[in-house]
């Protein structure tokens, strides 16, 4: 853990000339306003009085203070809020629509994941925003889509993981112990939308720069599920095979999996047939790169039942220590498995510094996970950590719409804000 908060605020920001009006809450959304925060855009994040994002009440565990005492801050919150200012407006009510369509006005993205229709009873959709500002990059994120027969459906991580695919092909095979479908061990479709919709927001304002013209972006989870099934999809659909479960194994290379030592499990990753070859040799068993069976990477992949078991049995004769240091000694890639906490103290990830401190309102410091983005001249923002609820509110009011303290207190006192 780095002992400093990072200050970047004199650095140049890549994308510092943009605002973004987020509407979003939770993660799919969350996470591509941040990842826009952390390329220095100005990020509002709209959030309901007196409640806010969901996730602000997703724990134990929450931000300590200073005396070791839990904060309303929770830890799922803090990992995808940081960068933002917060504003809270009641889009329920005239005044507070008005707000938005002013907010709207002077932002170059809106991002929202209401259900489909819902923000244009508001008043709040891309067509009535886009006749505020024709030059709007609009985003809307659901769990299906804006059209199709499941489009008004409320969409869920953990339900598109098992419709989108995900669900079929994570887990052990079926006919081995705890054989069965698995979710990923985090959402790991929110947060693939999240990063789509980010490329897809900046692909946009490429357009509109060079154009002048905005545009309306559709993401779905079902839609990124079924994309980022990648090779297994391809697979299926050049086979007409649906891909079963492997566990720690992979369908189209052998070995590629994880295998029991003396004292723990290691991961070999033998992408071609020289590392195969080095990987027996170093075991001592050169004898299963010269079997015609196990020669190409095809054979074993057919014979992969009578290969594993063999190559299982030579593993675990040595420590994971000893077979990392042999095997990255000729350049086979391995390696361990980590629980999280090895992971924040490995070498490595405390080298490039991936956690890191903010300064925090209630709690002092936070920790965060550093923006794996690494940009020699236009580095990553570190300045405002995740925002307490409508910690920004006045501020925003009054820089961008010229709001008075008079008119602000009024608004407040209606419950708009």
């Known amino acids: 853990m780095s002992d400093?908060?990072?200050?970047?605020?004199?650095?140049p920001k890549a994308l510092g000339h943009l605002r973004v009006l987020d509407l979003s809450r939770v993660l799919a959304g969350p996470w591509c306003s941040q990842n826009?925060?952390?390329l220095g855009a100005?990020?509002?994040?709209?959030e309901r009085p007196g409640a806010g994002d969901d996730t602000r009440a997703w724990g134990p565990p929450y931000a300590k203070d200073a005396d070791g005492r839990d904060t309303s801050e929770a830890a799922y919150y803090l990992a995808a809020n940081r960068g933002k200012r917060s504003v809270t407006v009641d889009i329920a009510s005239a005044d507070g629509q008005a707000l938005v369509r002013e907010l709207a006005r002077h932002s170059d993205v809106?991002?929202?994941?209401?259900?489909?229709?819902?923000l244009k009873r508001y008043g709040l959709d891309y067509e009535t925003l886009k006749g505020i500002k024709p030059d709007l990059v609009y985003c809307s994120v659901t769990g299906f889509g804006q059209d199709g027969p499941y489009a008004h459906r409320p969409g869920y991580d953990f339900l598109i993981q098992g419709m989108g695919g995900l669900m079929s092909v994570t887990g052990e095979r079926d006919d081995l112990p705890g054989g069965g479908p698995q979710k990923a061990g985090v959402a790991l479709t929110d947060l693939?939308?999240?990063?789509?919709?980010?490329?897809?927001?900046?692909?946009?304002?490429?357009?509109?720069?060079?154009t002048g013209e905005g545009q309306y972006i559709d993401m779905a989870l079902l839609d990124v599920q079924v994309a980022m099934l990648a090779?297994?999809?391809?697979?299926?659909?050049?086979?007409?095979?649906?891909?079963?479960?492997?566990?720690?194994?992979?369908?189209?290379?052998?070995?590629?999996?994880?295998?029991?030592?003396?004292?723990?499990?290691?991961?070999?990753?033998?992408?071609?047939?020289?590392?195969?070859?080095?990987?027996?040799?170093?075991?001592?068993?050169?004898?299963?790169?010269?079997?015609?069976?196990?020669?190409?990477?095809?054979?074993?992949?057919?014979?992969?039942?009578a290969l594993v078991p063999l190559l299982a049995e030579m593993v675990k004769t040595r420590t994971r220590a000893e077979w990392i240091d042999q095997l990255e000694a000729v350049g086979v890639p391995c390696g361990p498995i980590n629980d999280i906490a090895d992971v924040f103290d490995n070498p490595q990830v405390r080298a490039r510094g991936l956690a890191f401190e903010m300064p925090h309102p209630s709690a002092?410091?936070?920790?965060?996970?550093?923006?794996?983005?690494?940009?020699?001249?236009?580095?990553?923002?570190?300045?405002?950590?995740?925002?307490?609820l409508g910690q920004h509110t006045d501020e925003v009011l009054r820089e961008m719409l010229g709001h008075s303290a008079e008119r602000i207190a009024a608004l407040r006192d209606k419950g708009v804000l």
């Open 231 to 305: 090779n297994m999809g391809s697979n299926y659909l050049n086979s007409g095979k649906a891909p079963k479960r492997w566990g720690n194994a992979h369908p189209n290379i052998v070995p590629y999996q994880t295998f029991a030592c003396a004292d723990g499990h290691i991961i070999v990753a033998a992408g071609n047939d020289g590392q195969y070859q080095k990987f027996v040799e170093v075991g001592g068993r050169a004898d299963l790169a010269a079997d015609v069976r196990f020669a190409s990477n095809p054979g074993r992949v057919e014979h992969r039942d």
């Open 364 to 388: 002092g410091t936070v920790k965060l996970v550093r923006s794996p983005m690494r940009l020699s001249a236009t580095p990553p923002c570190t300045e405002l950590a995740p925002p307490l």
């Open 42 to 46: 100005d990020v509002i994040k709209i």
């Open 192 to 210: 693939m939308t999240g990063m789509y919709a980010t490329i897809a927001v900046l692909a946009a304002l490429s357009h509109r720069d060079r």
């Open 36 to 38: 826009l925060a952390d």
């Open 110 to 118: 809106v991002l929202e994941n209401f259900k489909v229709g819902h």
């Open 4 to 11: 400093s908060t990072e200050k970047t605020s004199t650095a």
